[in-house]
């Protein structure tokens, strides 16, 4: 008996040890599964949604850009998307020759140079950490990640590394845009978009060696045209840039393909006539809608005008081929 209560001690220690082994963190890679893509005309398509009051046209342009307007912002809510950030994104300073490294600086600038032209007024994209600051008419965002690097050859090493490397990293944001109070305007009017930033990573497209990340970031695939290598005849096709896939799949089509669904349904909703329509949906390499042509029973009519105007201002993933078409159904009931 005495045995088997010992044994029944370990076992139960042990079990304890086991229950209390904390879990694994979560990487930038792991943040970054599942989010979509997109670029500034796919944050423009965004701001619209959030933007646009519908009050121009007749009644029925109106109807159609708010049911088209509600079903993306539908379709968006609690979605996250990776974007690359602009060129403020990501600062060095001048070597510290005391500290024997040069401080780098990562704010959550996604559009804080040139702002994101939406029915004619510029959006600046930021996190929303902290109301912006300005220089002229730069957006200057909050600080989201200070380090330093270290440099064992001192301060010309470090001037060359400014110089010759900084000005080719990358950063790419996973971000999530709140439901409300994400667009603001300031009484000189600026305007913009503030997102919640959920991890980051800088890179050096040239070797896909991480500068620095949060949380911890995987090794990118390198990009030799960003080392100045020459490319055969053929090869560069489109932009060979990290994460940008050799066409659309199947998983992305769909993701995007959730904002029209919603809308669909709108358009059943408001027209109130069942049917099935089948979309053949061609996509440029850019991401971007660039023709559809209709079968089925809603040809030519309000119906599935109403389900084209839902898919034209649709901006996929880019991707290296020039151009993919699939067949998309929607079957309103």
Request: charged share 25%; hydrophobic share 40%.
């Amino acid at each position: 008996m005495r045995h088997l209560g010992i044994g029944f001690v370990i076992a139960l220690l042990a079990g304890t040890a086991v229950a209390d082994e904390p879990a694994k963190k979560p990487s930038f890679d792991d943040v970054a599964a599942g989010a979509l893509r997109i670029d500034r005309d796919g944050l423009a398509a965004i701001i619209w949604a959030m933007h646009a009051k519908c009050s121009d046209g007749s009644d029925l342009d109106q109807r159609q850009c708010r049911m088209i307007r509600d079903a993306r912002l539908s379709a968006e809510a609690g979605k996250t998307f990776i974007v690359a950030g602009d060129a403020s994104a990501f600062t060095a300073e001048a070597y510290d020759d005391k500290k024997k490294s040069a401080p780098l600086t990562v704010s959550g600038c996604i559009a804080c140079i040139e702002p994101i032209l939406v029915d004619g007024v510029g959006f600046y994209v930021l996190s929303n950490m902290a109301s912006p600051e300005w220089k002229g008419n730069v957006a200057v965002a909050a600080p989201i990640h200070t380090t330093a690097k270290t440099f064992k050859s001192g301060a010309e090493a470090a001037t060359n590394w400014r110089a010759e490397v900084v000005p080719r990293l990358k950063t790419d944001f996973v971000i999530k845009i709140p439901a409300s109070s994400s667009t603001w305007k300031q009484k000189d009017g600026k305007a913009g978009l503030s997102v919640e930033v959920l991890g980051f990573r800088t890179h050096d497209p040239c070797d896909g060696h991480i500068i620095c990340a949060s949380p911890k970031a995987d090794k990118v695939s390198p990009d030799k045209v960003a080392c100045g290598e020459t490319v055969a005849e053929g090869e560069a096709d489109a932009p060979a840039a990290p994460g940008v896939p050799d066409e659309l799949t199947a998983k992305q089509i769909k993701a995007v393909m959730a904002t029209a669904t919603a809308a669909g349904a709108a358009c059943f909703e408001k027209y109130g006539v069942p049917g099935d329509a089948k979309l053949h949906i061609t996509v440029a390499g850019s991401g971007e809608v660039t023709a559809i042509d209709q079968s089925g029973e809603f040809v030519d009519t309000p119906t599935g005008r109403c389900l084209e105007e839902a898919v034209k201002p649709l901006v996929f993933p880019k991707s290296k081929k020039a151009k993919q078409s699939f067949k998309y159904p929607f079957v309103l009931r």
